[in-house]
């Protein structure tokens, strides 16, 4: 294993983005945590109280959509609340100057194109958007009531949001679009997310094997930090990306 990453500043990341003209973020959880969005992993995320065997995988949901609804009931009360932060806005801002090429997602909030950001690769989807299981059509979420549990489409299949389950393939095109931004890119900024959760897990290898230069924002040091990170700024998102744009 190598080395832990560099520790810089928010102004050496400045200057660290105005020398690499292609510059992509992947983004995780830790990046909505201060928009009142716990991880879903963390003490109080949704994982405490819902074990994922029985809620977040594909088969429990066809097996129980009852059952599953209640969680996803609270997981849609949760984003509808939520509002990007500093962090959001900062890499809108990125991409309206010319610095960001694109954004890889692993959150399903909708938090980076409510902040102005244009191209959002949503890797695990969107739950604010809701299909059906069956036929794929597209049921807005003014349209239903989640009063009446679980929902159904005219097909009679299950409506649910657009969102990868466990046990669900990431959406091709998704895929696609995030290794050609990462491999096309000569600065990889990750933030908020550990890297642990596969196949996001690989994007920044992708990068890294692709020449890109990886920085890491991040309250902690993660197992990226020690393997591939070659910069690591710690610390608030919300904080820091404001104070890189400053000095940019």
């Given amino acids: 294993m190598k080395a832990k990453a560099k520790e810089i500043s928010p102004q050496e990341l400045a200057g660290i983005i105005r020398r690499h003209p292609r510059v992509v973020a992947l983004t995780g959880a830790g990046i909505s945590v201060e928009s009142g969005i716990p991880d879903f992993r963390s003490a109080g995320g949704l994982w405490s109280r819902f074990d994922p065997m029985e809620y977040a995988y594909i088969h429990a949901f066809r097996r129980n959509p009852a059952k599953v609804w209640a969680m996803l009931k609270e997981m849609d009360a949760l984003i509808t609340g939520a509002r990007p932060n500093p962090a959001h806005y900062a890499l809108a801002e990125l991409e309206a100057r010319g610095f960001l090429a694109g954004i890889i997602t692993q959150n399903v909030d909708n938090l980076h194109q409510a902040a102005g950001s244009k191209r959002v690769v949503e890797y695990h989807g969107n739950a604010l958007v809701f299909v059906c299981d069956t036929c794929r059509g597209c049921h807005p979420r003014e349209s239903l009531d989640f009063s009446h549990t679980p929902l159904y489409c005219l097909c009679g299949g299950l409506v649910r949001p657009d969102v990868v389950f466990f046990g669900e393939p990431i959406p091709p095109a998704a895929q696609a679009e995030a290794e050609e931004l990462a ?51 710690q610390g608030s998102a919300g904080k820091l990306l404001p104070l890189v744009l400053q000095d940019l």
Avoid at 185 to 213: F, H, M, Q, R
């Fill in 183 to 233: 491999q096309h890119c000569d600065l990889l900024l990750v933030i908020g997310t550990s890297g642990e959760v596969a196949p996001a897990s690989y994007i920044p290898a992708i990068a890294k094997e692709w020449n890109a230069v990886i920085v890491e924002v991040n309250l902690e040091p993660t197992r990226l930090t020690y393997s591939l990170t070659n910069h690591f700024l």
